[in-house]
Protein backbone atom coordinates (compact mmCIF):
# COMPACT_ATOMS: atom_id res chain seq x y z
CA UNK A 1 0.00 0.00 0.00
CA UNK A 2 1.20 3.61 -0.69
CA UNK A 3 0.79 5.54 1.72
CA UNK A 4 0.24 9.37 0.94
CA UNK A 5 1.06 12.83 2.42
CA UNK A 6 -2.00 13.19 4.06
CA UNK A 7 -2.29 9.78 5.40
CA UNK A 8 1.09 10.14 7.06
CA UNK A 9 0.26 13.02 8.24
CA UNK A 10 -2.70 11.96 10.11
CA UNK A 11 -3.69 13.05 13.53
CA UNK A 12 -4.31 9.72 16.14
CA UNK A 13 -7.38 11.49 17.56
CA UNK A 14 -8.53 11.85 12.83
CA UNK A 15 -8.72 8.03 13.53
CA UNK A 16 -12.34 6.58 14.57
CA UNK A 17 -12.57 4.00 17.12
CA UNK A 18 -13.43 1.46 14.30
CA UNK A 19 -10.31 2.01 12.65
CA UNK A 20 -8.21 1.92 15.48
CA UNK A 21 -9.79 -1.22 16.96
CA UNK A 22 -9.73 -2.63 13.07
CA UNK A 23 -5.65 -2.11 13.68
CA UNK A 24 -5.50 -3.37 16.63
CA UNK A 25 -7.08 -6.33 15.73
CA UNK A 26 -4.55 -6.69 12.90
CA UNK A 27 -1.57 -6.06 15.15
CA UNK A 28 -3.24 -8.64 17.31
CA UNK A 29 -3.49 -11.51 14.34
CA UNK A 30 0.10 -11.02 13.30
CA UNK A 31 2.17 -14.06 14.09
CA UNK A 32 5.29 -12.72 14.78
CA UNK A 33 4.10 -10.34 17.68
CA UNK A 34 6.97 -10.51 20.59
CA UNK A 35 6.71 -11.72 24.16
CA UNK A 36 9.72 -10.54 25.90
CA UNK A 37 10.65 -7.18 23.64
CA UNK A 38 8.78 -3.43 23.80
CA UNK A 39 6.55 -3.29 20.52
CA UNK A 40 4.03 -1.31 19.22
CA UNK A 41 0.49 -1.64 19.97
CA UNK A 42 -0.01 -0.11 16.72
CA UNK A 43 1.86 1.53 14.08
CA UNK A 44 5.72 2.19 13.64
CA UNK A 45 7.94 2.41 16.38
CA UNK A 46 11.44 3.55 15.95
CA UNK A 47 14.16 5.53 17.89
CA UNK A 48 14.42 5.03 22.07
CA UNK A 49 13.78 8.48 23.40
CA UNK A 50 14.11 10.11 27.00
CA UNK A 51 15.82 6.44 28.32
CA UNK A 52 16.24 7.52 32.02
CA UNK A 53 15.67 6.63 35.82
CA UNK A 54 13.50 9.02 38.10
CA UNK A 55 11.24 8.94 40.82
CA UNK A 56 12.23 5.12 41.41
CA UNK A 57 11.41 3.79 37.77
CA UNK A 58 13.38 3.42 34.59
CA UNK A 59 11.12 5.56 31.66
CA UNK A 60 11.89 4.52 27.96
CA UNK A 61 9.86 6.24 25.38
CA UNK A 62 10.14 6.05 21.50
CA UNK A 63 9.11 7.34 18.18
CA UNK A 64 5.59 6.45 17.04
CA UNK A 65 3.49 6.79 14.50
CA UNK A 66 -0.09 5.16 15.61
CA UNK A 67 -1.75 4.96 12.28
CA UNK A 68 0.28 2.16 10.18
CA UNK A 69 3.56 1.12 9.45
CA UNK A 70 5.09 3.73 8.16
CA UNK A 71 7.17 6.71 8.84
CA UNK A 72 4.59 9.90 9.99
CA UNK A 73 3.53 12.25 12.21
CA UNK A 74 6.04 10.89 15.17
CA UNK A 75 4.37 10.82 18.85
CA UNK A 76 7.15 9.92 21.95
CA UNK A 77 5.13 6.72 23.51
CA UNK A 78 5.71 6.31 27.25
CA UNK A 79 6.81 3.02 29.01
CA UNK A 80 8.00 2.45 31.90
CA UNK A 81 9.53 -0.42 34.29
CA UNK A 82 11.17 -1.22 37.87
CA UNK A 83 13.37 -3.83 36.65
CA UNK A 84 13.97 -3.16 32.82
CA UNK A 85 12.57 -6.24 32.45
CA UNK A 86 8.90 -5.60 32.72
CA UNK A 87 7.43 -2.41 30.78
CA UNK A 88 4.08 -0.81 31.43
CA UNK A 89 2.47 0.87 28.58
CA UNK A 90 1.85 3.86 30.26
CA UNK A 91 0.28 6.36 27.17
CA UNK A 92 1.35 9.22 24.40
CA UNK A 93 4.23 11.05 25.85
CA UNK A 94 4.54 14.31 23.61
CA UNK A 95 1.98 14.87 20.91
CA UNK A 96 3.38 16.83 18.00
CA UNK A 97 0.77 19.71 18.87
CA UNK A 98 1.40 23.14 17.22
CA UNK A 99 4.00 24.95 14.79
CA UNK A 100 7.08 23.91 16.50
CA UNK A 101 6.45 20.36 16.32
CA UNK A 102 3.91 20.28 13.60
CA UNK A 103 5.29 17.52 11.99
CA UNK A 104 6.96 15.17 14.39
CA UNK A 105 8.13 15.05 17.93
CA UNK A 106 11.68 14.08 17.28
CA UNK A 107 14.31 11.88 19.38
CA UNK A 108 15.33 13.22 22.19
CA UNK A 109 16.69 12.89 25.69
CA UNK A 110 15.96 13.19 29.50
CA UNK A 111 17.54 14.55 32.12
CA UNK A 112 16.54 14.54 36.10
CA UNK A 113 16.11 18.61 37.77
CA UNK A 114 14.59 20.26 40.58
CA UNK A 115 13.02 16.90 40.69
CA UNK A 116 11.53 16.90 37.67
CA UNK A 117 12.30 14.86 34.61
CA UNK A 118 13.26 17.59 31.52
CA UNK A 119 12.17 15.81 28.02
CA UNK A 120 14.90 17.77 25.29
CA UNK A 121 13.87 16.84 21.90
CA UNK A 122 13.40 18.04 18.21
CA UNK A 123 10.36 19.45 17.17
CA UNK A 124 9.90 18.84 13.29
CA UNK A 125 8.07 20.94 11.41
CA UNK A 126 8.05 21.33 7.31
CA UNK A 127 6.75 24.47 5.32
CA UNK A 128 4.20 24.87 2.54
CA UNK A 129 7.32 23.81 0.18
CA UNK A 130 7.86 20.55 2.35
CA UNK A 131 11.44 22.56 3.29
CA UNK A 132 12.33 21.05 6.89
CA UNK A 133 12.63 23.55 10.33
CA UNK A 134 13.49 22.37 13.49
CA UNK A 135 13.59 23.28 16.48
CA UNK A 136 14.83 22.05 20.19
CA UNK A 137 12.36 21.96 22.73
CA UNK A 138 11.66 21.12 26.48
CA UNK A 139 8.92 19.00 27.59
CA UNK A 140 8.83 18.83 31.83
CA UNK A 141 7.34 15.26 33.66
CA UNK A 142 6.47 15.54 36.89
CA UNK A 143 6.44 12.88 39.85
CA UNK A 144 2.68 12.26 38.86
CA UNK A 145 3.60 11.02 35.06
CA UNK A 146 2.08 14.72 34.26
CA UNK A 147 4.24 15.72 31.06
CA UNK A 148 4.12 19.83 29.55
CA UNK A 149 5.66 21.08 26.82
CA UNK A 150 7.26 24.76 26.85
CA UNK A 151 4.98 26.85 24.26
CA UNK A 152 8.39 28.10 23.11
CA UNK A 153 11.45 26.30 21.68
CA UNK A 154 14.85 26.53 23.62
CA UNK A 155 17.20 26.57 20.36
CA UNK A 156 15.07 28.07 17.68
CA UNK A 157 18.08 28.78 14.80
CA UNK A 158 20.25 26.47 12.91
CA UNK A 159 23.74 27.56 13.52
CA UNK A 160 25.65 29.22 11.40
CA UNK A 161 27.28 26.86 8.49
CA UNK A 162 24.80 24.12 9.10
CA UNK A 163 21.56 22.97 7.26
CA UNK A 164 17.82 22.40 8.93
CA UNK A 165 19.09 18.62 9.98
CA UNK A 166 19.75 19.45 13.54
CA UNK A 167 18.11 16.80 15.74
CA UNK A 168 18.37 14.30 17.97
CA UNK A 169 19.57 16.26 21.47
CA UNK A 170 21.56 13.64 24.05
CA UNK A 171 21.79 16.01 27.20
CA UNK A 172 24.35 15.28 30.83
CA UNK A 173 25.14 17.23 33.23
CA UNK A 174 28.92 18.17 34.10
CA UNK A 175 29.80 20.06 37.59
CA UNK A 176 26.74 22.30 37.44
CA UNK A 177 26.27 23.19 33.84
CA UNK A 178 24.25 21.03 31.04
CA UNK A 179 25.67 20.04 27.83
CA UNK A 180 23.33 18.53 24.91
CA UNK A 181 25.28 17.36 21.51
CA UNK A 182 22.69 17.31 18.57
CA UNK A 183 23.30 15.44 15.42
CA UNK A 184 24.12 17.93 12.60
CA UNK A 185 25.11 18.56 8.68
CA UNK A 186 27.45 20.77 7.36
CA UNK A 187 25.97 23.45 4.68
CA UNK A 188 28.65 21.15 2.72
CA UNK A 189 26.71 17.97 3.20
CA UNK A 190 28.64 15.85 5.59
CA UNK A 191 27.61 14.70 9.08
CA UNK A 192 29.24 16.13 12.54
CA UNK A 193 27.95 16.61 16.12
CA UNK A 194 27.36 20.16 17.61
CA UNK A 195 27.32 21.40 21.09
CA UNK A 196 25.65 23.74 23.12
CA UNK A 197 25.40 24.39 26.99
CA UNK A 198 23.40 25.90 29.36
CA UNK A 199 22.77 26.65 32.88
CA UNK A 200 19.53 26.23 33.78
CA UNK A 201 18.54 24.42 30.75
CA UNK A 202 15.93 26.48 29.34
CA UNK A 203 18.61 29.21 27.58
CA UNK A 204 21.33 27.49 25.25
CA UNK A 205 24.27 28.51 24.26
CA UNK A 206 25.97 27.07 20.84
CA UNK A 207 29.62 25.71 21.76
CA UNK A 208 30.71 24.41 18.36
CA UNK A 209 31.13 21.69 16.87
CA UNK A 210 32.58 18.52 18.04
CA UNK A 211 36.34 18.11 16.81
CA UNK A 212 36.80 14.51 15.30
CA UNK A 213 39.11 12.92 12.94
CA UNK A 214 36.24 12.21 10.80
CA UNK A 215 35.82 15.16 8.48
CA UNK A 216 33.80 13.22 5.84
CA UNK A 217 32.15 10.47 7.12
CA UNK A 218 28.51 9.95 5.83
CA UNK A 219 25.86 13.17 4.77
CA UNK A 220 24.37 13.27 8.55
CA UNK A 221 24.52 11.84 11.80
CA UNK A 222 21.79 11.11 13.92
CA UNK A 223 21.37 10.50 17.51
CA UNK A 224 24.49 11.23 19.17
CA UNK A 225 24.89 10.60 22.24
CA UNK A 226 28.16 11.32 24.62
CA UNK A 227 29.42 9.87 27.95
CA UNK A 228 32.30 9.07 30.15
CA UNK A 229 32.89 5.48 30.84
CA UNK A 230 35.47 4.00 33.07
CA UNK A 231 37.63 7.13 32.40
CA UNK A 232 37.46 7.60 28.80
CA UNK A 233 34.85 9.91 26.58
CA UNK A 234 32.36 7.96 24.33
CA UNK A 235 30.24 9.29 21.27
CA UNK A 236 27.77 7.02 19.75
CA UNK A 237 25.94 7.99 16.64
CA UNK A 238 24.73 7.03 13.66
CA UNK A 239 26.09 7.83 10.38
CA UNK A 240 24.26 7.94 7.00
CA UNK A 241 25.90 7.69 4.07
CA UNK A 242 28.70 4.90 4.30
CA UNK A 243 29.68 2.96 2.08
CA UNK A 244 30.05 -0.79 2.59
CA UNK A 245 33.63 -2.11 3.19
CA UNK A 246 34.55 -5.49 3.84
CA UNK A 247 32.36 -7.11 6.51
CA UNK A 248 31.67 -3.33 7.98
CA UNK A 249 29.04 -0.88 7.37
CA UNK A 250 26.45 -3.21 5.27
CA UNK A 251 23.65 -2.12 6.38
CA UNK A 252 21.66 1.04 4.82
CA UNK A 253 22.65 2.99 7.93
CA UNK A 254 25.43 2.40 10.46
CA UNK A 255 25.21 2.63 14.34
CA UNK A 256 28.71 3.45 16.27
CA UNK A 257 31.20 4.80 18.20
CA UNK A 258 34.65 6.27 18.53
CA UNK A 259 36.36 6.01 21.92
CA UNK A 260 39.43 8.21 23.15
CA UNK A 261 39.94 10.44 25.74
CA UNK A 262 37.53 12.92 27.75
CA UNK A 263 35.70 15.79 25.83
CA UNK A 264 37.61 18.80 26.07
CA UNK A 265 34.59 20.96 26.98
CA UNK A 266 36.27 24.13 26.23
CA UNK A 267 38.37 22.93 23.27
CA UNK A 268 35.27 20.73 22.31
CA UNK A 269 38.51 18.25 21.22
CA UNK A 270 37.76 14.43 21.34
CA UNK A 271 40.73 12.41 20.73
CA UNK A 272 39.80 9.47 19.73
CA UNK A 273 40.22 6.07 17.97
CA UNK A 274 38.74 4.91 14.91
CA UNK A 275 34.71 4.06 14.51
CA UNK A 276 33.69 0.98 15.11
CA UNK A 277 29.96 -0.55 14.67
CA UNK A 278 28.01 -1.17 17.28
CA UNK A 279 26.36 -4.27 16.33
CA UNK A 280 27.19 -6.64 13.26
CA UNK A 281 23.84 -7.86 12.74
CA UNK A 282 20.90 -6.42 10.41
CA UNK A 283 18.53 -4.68 12.19
CA UNK A 284 20.06 -2.12 14.77
CA UNK A 285 19.66 1.63 14.69
CA UNK A 286 19.58 4.65 16.66
CA UNK A 287 20.30 3.63 20.48
CA UNK A 288 20.70 5.43 23.46
CA UNK A 289 22.06 5.42 26.56
CA UNK A 290 21.43 6.13 30.30
CA UNK A 291 22.84 5.91 33.88
CA UNK A 292 21.15 4.11 36.40
CA UNK A 293 20.95 4.57 40.44
CA UNK A 294 24.11 2.02 40.53
CA UNK A 295 26.28 4.07 37.96
CA UNK A 296 25.53 1.06 35.65
CA UNK A 297 25.76 2.57 31.99
CA UNK A 298 22.72 0.92 29.72
CA UNK A 299 22.26 0.98 26.00
CA UNK A 300 18.57 0.52 24.20
CA UNK A 301 18.66 0.39 20.25
CA UNK A 302 16.15 0.43 17.42
CA UNK A 303 15.57 -2.86 16.34
CA UNK A 304 14.98 -1.58 12.60
CA UNK A 305 15.91 0.22 10.27
CA UNK A 306 14.35 3.31 8.30
CA UNK A 307 13.79 2.98 4.43
CA UNK A 308 13.20 -0.76 4.66
CA UNK A 309 9.74 -2.97 4.47
CA UNK A 310 9.32 -5.55 7.19
CA UNK A 311 7.07 -8.74 6.75
CA UNK A 312 4.74 -7.41 10.14
CA UNK A 313 4.02 -4.26 7.91
CA UNK A 314 1.03 -6.16 6.67
CA UNK A 315 -0.66 -6.69 10.15
CA UNK A 316 -0.43 -3.03 10.61
CA UNK A 317 3.08 -3.03 12.55
CA UNK A 318 6.76 -1.97 12.65
CA UNK A 319 10.22 -2.69 14.51
CA UNK A 320 10.38 -3.18 18.61
CA UNK A 321 13.33 -2.15 20.82
CA UNK A 322 16.56 -4.45 21.84
CA UNK A 323 16.98 -5.56 25.46
CA UNK A 324 18.73 -3.54 27.70
CA UNK A 325 22.61 -4.12 27.66
CA UNK A 326 24.94 -2.87 30.17
CA UNK A 327 28.11 -1.34 28.17
CA UNK A 328 31.34 -1.42 29.91
CA UNK A 329 34.96 -1.35 28.10
CA UNK A 330 37.08 -3.77 27.32
CA UNK A 331 40.49 -3.98 24.98
CA UNK A 332 39.39 -0.35 23.86
CA UNK A 333 36.43 -1.71 22.58
CA UNK A 334 32.78 -1.16 24.21
CA UNK A 335 31.34 -4.28 25.56
CA UNK A 336 27.84 -5.07 25.70
CA UNK A 337 26.06 -7.32 27.93
CA UNK A 338 22.84 -8.21 28.54
CA UNK A 339 21.76 -6.45 31.57
CA UNK A 340 21.53 -9.30 34.40
CA UNK A 341 17.76 -8.32 35.81
CA UNK A 342 16.68 -10.28 31.99
CA UNK A 343 17.88 -13.28 34.23
CA UNK A 344 14.38 -12.90 35.72
CA UNK A 345 13.01 -13.92 32.55
CA UNK A 346 14.15 -17.80 33.05
CA UNK A 347 12.01 -20.78 32.89
CA UNK A 348 13.12 -23.96 32.42
CA UNK A 349 16.59 -24.98 32.65
CA UNK A 350 17.75 -27.06 30.27
CA UNK A 351 21.66 -28.09 30.19
CA UNK A 352 24.62 -30.41 28.06
CA UNK A 353 27.51 -30.99 27.32
CA UNK A 354 28.77 -33.00 24.67
CA UNK A 355 31.81 -33.43 21.77
CA UNK A 356 30.00 -32.79 18.66
CA UNK A 357 31.10 -34.22 15.04
CA UNK A 358 28.69 -34.55 12.95
CA UNK A 359 26.46 -31.78 10.68
CA UNK A 360 22.84 -32.17 12.90
CA UNK A 361 22.93 -33.19 16.48
CA UNK A 362 20.19 -32.41 18.72
CA UNK A 363 18.84 -32.65 22.42
CA UNK A 364 15.34 -32.93 24.44
CA UNK A 365 13.77 -30.15 25.09
CA UNK A 366 16.17 -28.03 22.85
CA UNK A 367 14.03 -26.58 20.45
CA UNK A 368 11.72 -23.13 21.31
CA UNK A 369 10.49 -19.57 19.48
CA UNK A 370 11.58 -17.74 22.99
CA UNK A 371 14.74 -18.66 24.76
CA UNK A 372 17.55 -17.74 26.01
CA UNK A 373 20.75 -20.10 25.40
CA UNK A 374 24.12 -20.08 26.24
CA UNK A 375 26.41 -22.01 23.82
CA UNK A 376 30.27 -22.43 24.44
CA UNK A 377 32.18 -23.88 21.75
CA UNK A 378 36.03 -25.26 22.91
CA UNK A 379 39.03 -27.91 21.86
CA UNK A 380 37.92 -27.91 18.41
CA UNK A 381 39.45 -28.76 15.43
CA UNK A 382 35.96 -28.49 13.11
CA UNK A 383 36.60 -25.83 9.86
CA UNK A 384 32.83 -24.86 11.05
CA UNK A 385 30.38 -25.30 13.58
CA UNK A 386 27.78 -23.69 15.52
CA UNK A 387 24.00 -24.11 15.87
CA UNK A 388 20.70 -23.58 13.61
CA UNK A 389 17.63 -21.91 15.52
CA UNK A 390 14.40 -21.37 14.21
CA UNK A 391 14.99 -24.35 12.36
CA UNK A 392 11.94 -26.77 10.61
CA UNK A 393 11.26 -27.71 6.61
CA UNK A 394 13.61 -25.42 4.59
CA UNK A 395 13.94 -22.61 7.53
CA UNK A 396 16.75 -22.23 9.69
CA UNK A 397 19.00 -18.96 11.09
CA UNK A 398 22.45 -20.05 11.32
CA UNK A 399 25.01 -18.60 13.81
CA UNK A 400 28.14 -19.97 13.25
CA UNK A 401 32.41 -19.86 13.54
CA UNK A 402 34.82 -20.43 10.60
CA UNK A 403 37.39 -21.34 12.01
CA UNK A 404 39.56 -20.98 9.25
CA UNK A 405 38.51 -17.52 8.49
CA UNK A 406 38.56 -16.74 11.95
CA UNK A 407 34.77 -15.87 11.17
CA UNK A 408 30.96 -15.35 13.57
CA UNK A 409 28.94 -15.59 10.49
CA UNK A 410 25.03 -14.93 10.83
CA UNK A 411 23.20 -16.68 8.05
CA UNK A 412 19.79 -15.71 7.44
CA UNK A 413 19.18 -16.61 3.76
CA UNK A 414 16.63 -19.26 5.14
CA UNK A 415 15.35 -17.59 8.43
CA UNK A 416 11.86 -17.76 6.75
CA UNK A 417 10.11 -14.22 4.94
CA UNK A 418 12.80 -11.96 3.88
CA UNK A 419 13.49 -8.57 4.66
CA UNK A 420 15.87 -6.54 3.51
CA UNK A 421 17.21 -8.95 1.22
CA UNK A 422 18.79 -6.22 -1.20
CA UNK A 423 21.26 -5.72 1.77
CA UNK A 424 22.12 -9.05 1.79
CA UNK A 425 21.82 -12.08 3.79
CA UNK A 426 24.94 -13.11 5.58
CA UNK A 427 26.51 -11.13 8.36
CA UNK A 428 30.31 -11.82 9.34
CA UNK A 429 33.15 -10.29 12.21
CA UNK A 430 36.74 -11.47 12.80
CA UNK A 431 37.09 -12.89 16.40
CA UNK A 432 40.13 -14.23 16.90
CA UNK A 433 39.51 -16.72 20.13
CA UNK A 434 40.06 -20.20 21.45
CA UNK A 435 36.71 -20.68 22.94
CA UNK A 436 33.86 -19.41 21.39
CA UNK A 437 30.74 -18.33 23.15
CA UNK A 438 26.80 -17.66 21.57
CA UNK A 439 24.89 -15.98 23.67
CA UNK A 440 21.43 -15.68 22.31
CA UNK A 441 18.30 -14.21 23.12
CA UNK A 442 15.51 -15.83 20.87
CA UNK A 443 12.31 -14.20 20.63
CA UNK A 444 8.99 -14.65 18.31
CA UNK A 445 10.38 -12.65 15.56
CA UNK A 446 14.36 -11.65 16.50
CA UNK A 447 17.52 -12.86 18.11
CA UNK A 448 20.15 -10.92 20.10
CA UNK A 449 23.44 -12.71 19.84
CA UNK A 450 26.12 -11.40 22.30
CA UNK A 451 29.58 -13.13 21.13
CA UNK A 452 32.19 -13.58 23.73
CA UNK A 453 30.32 -11.84 26.31
CA UNK A 454 29.79 -8.89 24.79
CA UNK A 455 32.54 -8.64 22.55
CA UNK A 456 30.44 -8.33 19.39
CA UNK A 457 26.60 -8.70 18.79
CA UNK A 458 24.16 -9.65 16.11
CA UNK A 459 20.93 -8.40 15.88
CA UNK A 460 18.67 -9.18 13.60
CA UNK A 461 14.39 -9.68 13.22
CA UNK A 462 13.91 -13.08 11.55
CA UNK A 463 9.99 -14.00 10.64
CA UNK A 464 10.03 -17.97 10.73
CA UNK A 465 7.22 -20.18 10.63
CA UNK A 466 5.37 -20.63 13.88
CA UNK A 467 6.22 -24.55 13.60
CA UNK A 468 10.26 -23.57 12.70
CA UNK A 469 11.44 -24.39 16.58
CA UNK A 470 14.19 -27.09 16.11
CA UNK A 471 17.65 -26.05 17.36
CA UNK A 472 20.45 -27.90 15.94
CA UNK A 473 24.05 -27.95 16.94
CA UNK A 474 26.59 -28.82 13.89
CA UNK A 475 30.12 -29.20 12.96
CA UNK A 476 32.02 -29.60 9.96
CA UNK A 477 34.80 -31.33 9.24
CA UNK A 478 36.45 -32.08 12.33
CA UNK A 479 34.71 -31.99 16.43
CA UNK A 480 34.20 -29.34 19.41
CA UNK A 481 33.39 -29.66 22.79
CA UNK A 482 30.02 -28.04 23.58
CA UNK A 483 28.75 -27.12 26.58
CA UNK A 484 24.94 -25.43 25.99
CA UNK A 485 22.36 -24.09 28.85
CA UNK A 486 18.81 -23.33 27.38
CA UNK A 487 16.17 -21.10 29.37
CA UNK A 488 12.53 -21.28 27.96
CA UNK A 489 11.56 -17.61 28.60
C1 LIG B 1 16.56 8.26 13.48
C2 LIG B 1 15.66 9.45 13.22
C3 LIG B 1 16.06 10.65 14.03
C4 LIG B 1 14.79 11.43 14.12
C5 LIG B 1 13.76 10.33 14.25
C6 LIG B 1 12.44 10.63 13.61
O1 LIG B 1 15.96 7.05 13.20
O2 LIG B 1 15.62 9.74 11.85
O3 LIG B 1 17.13 11.37 13.47
O4 LIG B 1 14.76 12.28 15.23
O5 LIG B 1 14.33 9.19 13.65
O6 LIG B 1 11.52 9.62 13.87
Redesign the pocket.
Known sequence: MIWTKEQRYRRIEEASQEELLKLQLEVSDCKWRQTFHIQPETGLL??PNGFSYYNGEYHLFY?WFPLGPV?GL?YWYHTKSKDLVHWENVGIGIEPTDDYDSH?A??GSAIEHDGKLFLLY?GNTRDENWERHSYQRLAIMDKAGEIVKLEQPVIRDVPNGYTDHL??PKIWKDGNKFYTVI?AQRENKTGCVVLYSSTDLLNWKFEGELKTNLKIFGYMW??PDYFKLQDQGVLIF?PQGLEPKEDHFKNIYQSGYILGDKLDLEKLTLTHAPFQELDRGFDF??PQTMMDADGRRILVG?MGL?EIDYPTDKNGWAHCLTLPRELSIRNSKLIQQPVKELQALRKQQHEIKDVIHQEKKMYDAFTGTSFEMICEFENFDAKEFGVQFRAGDNEKTIIKYVAVQKKVILDRTFSGESVGDQYGTVRKCFIDESKIKFHLFVDTSSVEIFINDGEEVFTSRIFPKEDSKEIRFFTTGGKALLHATKWDL
Open positions: NDQHKGYSTRDGECSYAWP
